[in-house]
T-cell receptor
Framework: KQEVTQIPAALSVPEGENLVLNCSFT??????LQWFRQDPGKGLTSLLL?????REQTSGRLNASLDKSSGRSTLYIAASQPGDSATYLC???????????FGAGTTVTVRA | DGGITQSPKYLFRKEGQNVTLSCEQN?????MYWYRQDPGQGLRLIYY???????QKGDIAEGYSVSREKKESFPLTVTSAQKNPTAFYLC????????????FGNGTRLTVT
């Protein structure tokens, strides 16, 4: 069974600092790795999807990398802003059962 | 605007009552999903449907039921058999292909007392 872990559970950074969010997964047999953002009391918004054949994906200030062999993905957010404060979740889609397994998320606070 | 609408946003029920959460999408997506989110935990899959009139149990289906009579609608019923129903419930959809991203509604927070 796929286990997805995100450490730390929370972090706080000053505005302008680059953010590095970690995601690890136990089973490398995945179709893709997805990153989501969740604001308090809201649903999830898809940020980036990295297919298993890809090493990274970029969208604006966001860059996500994928290393299947080591079971890791990293989300980089450049020049953080207070508006980036949210919970970021990663999810791995398993080849075995086509299901997405979610991490518990990292809650980010960007201090002005 | 295309999207997923969940209603109501907040729901309060007494223990022993069944309750139905609504989920409607106008994205023309084939696949729809129900997840449950509890504090400090990842999302857990309750039920999913890849096509109209067909649905499958997820990891925590006990105490829940669904129907998929129309492509755009996937209601979830939380029955009195669900031991700990208080949670945040999220509906999602995708076009059903392997590498399509998931789109989420804004959730329903259910409180059972």
């Amino acid at each position: 069974k796929q286990e997805v872990t995100q450490i730390p559970a929370a972090l706080s950074v000053p505005e302008g600092e680059n953010l590095v969010l970690n995601c690890s997964f136990t089973d490398s047999a995945i179709y893709n790795l997805q990153w989501f953002r969740q604001d308090p009391g809201k649903g999830l918004t898809s940020l980036l999807l990295i297919q298993s054949s890809q090493r990274e994906q970029t969208s604006g200030r966001l860059n996500a990398s994928l290393d299947k062999s080591s079971g890791r993905s990293t989300l980089y957010i450049a020049a953080s802003q207070p508006g980036d404060s949210a919970t970021y979740l990663c999810a791995a889609k398993s080849i075995n059962d086509y299901k997405l397994s979610f991490g518990a998320g990292t809650t980010v606070t960007v201090r002005a | 605007d295309g999207g997923i609408t969940q209603s109501p946003k907040y729901l309060f029920r007494k223990e022993g009552q069944n309750v139905t959460l609504s989920c409607e999408q106008n994205l023309n997506h084939d696949a729809m999903y129900w997840y449950r989110q509890d504090p400090g935990q990842g999302l857990r899959l309750i039920y999913y449907s890849q096509i109209v009139n067909d649905f499958q149990k997820g990891d925590i289906a006990e105490g829940y039921s669904v129907s998929r009579e129309k492509k755009e609608s996937f209601p979830l019923t939380v029955t009195s058999a669900q031991k700990n129903p208080t949670a945040f419930y999220l509906c999602a959809s995708s076009d059903g292909t392997y590498n399509s991203p998931l789109h989420f509604g804004n959730g329903t927070r259910l409180t059972v007392t």
